[in-house]
């Protein structure tokens, strides 16, 4: 006869204080994701989960977080076709069926993602890594009804090269080039060649939200990123691809700002039809090579604001 063990997690806390976020963090998973007329794509994604948990309830249902990550899942090794952030946010509505007394859930997904790409010049196919991130939040209202956000985002390396050295070392250039030459030439040799500067690897990351109705693919979000830079890298370069990546970066040096910003524009003109109150985040870390810290730059805006910042209509 199986005994009816006591659910603890009903109890009343001895100290009656509400929190905000109470579940699971890397929960790792294998998920296939079919896509129209192209092969699936095979993910290891780690997901978080998580819910509110209010005053009058001891504990969370721990194990209801990564029930409801595997039930979703199951759905989708079926065979139906879904992008990331709304496989989250079947997730969240499927934990606020199992947490009843939960106001806001929360499901984050990262995960490696793999993509082609050539080098520059002698057009080698390679495979290169991005980390492909999702995000839905659930909110239940005081009349039961659920409302859900959902994200998609993508984190990308790069290089970029400091503008700032650059116009150092071109001025240190131009003075000797004065000591044998005249004016007149010492600028076409300025405007000629590319001047040393010192590099970073980039690691720029960039979040949007998804209304019901809109697409915003993977890739479209790792090109906007790579651009953002000063040249996208690649795992395979042969000897000509090596000269044009880094002949190519210094010809657009850039500070880790310009990278936050050249995001921001190139997402406000794609996804110009988005509504309003569409959430973007855009964030840029650089690996300094010059110096022990790195250096970050971020921006957090809907869209509404950023066309109004960039007059765009």
């Known amino acids: 006869m199986a005994v009816c063990l006591p659910d603890t997690q009903d109890d009343t806390p001895k100290i009656p204080i509400k929190l905000t976020r109470v579940g699971v963090t890397g929960v790792k998973k294998l998920l296939q994701l079919e896509r129209a007329n192209k092969r699936p794509i095979i993910l290891l994604p780690t997901f978080d989960a998580f819910v509110d948990l209010p005053n009058d309830q001891k504990g969370v249902h721990m194990s209801r977080n990564p029930e409801a990550i595997s039930e979703v899942l199951e759905t989708v090794a079926n065979g139906n076709t879904i992008d990331v952030e709304s496989l989250c946010a079947e997730i969240v509505e499927c934990m606020m069926k199992k947490h009843e007394y939960a106001k806001r859930v929360e499901i984050s997904m990262t995960t490696d993602f793999m993509f082609m790409k050539e080098s520059p010049v ?95 693919k993977a890739e479209d979000l790792i090109e906007i990123i790579e651009q953002s830079m000063s040249s996208p890298v690649c795992e395979l370069l042969k000897r000509p691809d090596e000269n044009a990546t880094v002949m190519n970066a210094h010809k657009k040096p850039v500070f880790v700002e310009d990278c936050v910003r050249n995001m921001m524009e190139s997402i406000a003109k794609k996804y110009s039809d988005f509504p309003d109150d569409t959430l973007i985040t855009s964030r840029q870390e650089n690996q300094e090579s010059i110096h022990r810290h790195n250096a970050f730059a971020e921006k957090v805006t809907t869209m509404g604001e950023l066309k109004a910042e960039l007059n765009i209509k």
């Open 122 to 216: 002698t057009k080698n196919k390679t495979q290169e890594m991005a980390k492909l991130k999702a995000k839905a939040i659930g909110f239940r209202d005081d009349d039961g009804n659920v409302s859900i956000k959902k994200s998609i985002g993508a984190e990308v390396i790069g290089m970029t090269v400091c503008p700032c050295a650059q116009e150092s070392v071109r001025e240190s250039d131009k003075i000797k080039l004065l000591e044998f030459l005249d004016e007149e030439t010492t600028q076409k040799v300025l405007d000629t060649v590319t001047f040393a500067s010192h590099n970073q690897r980039g690691v720029g990351t960039l979040f949007i939200e998804v209304p019901e109705d809109k697409v915003v």
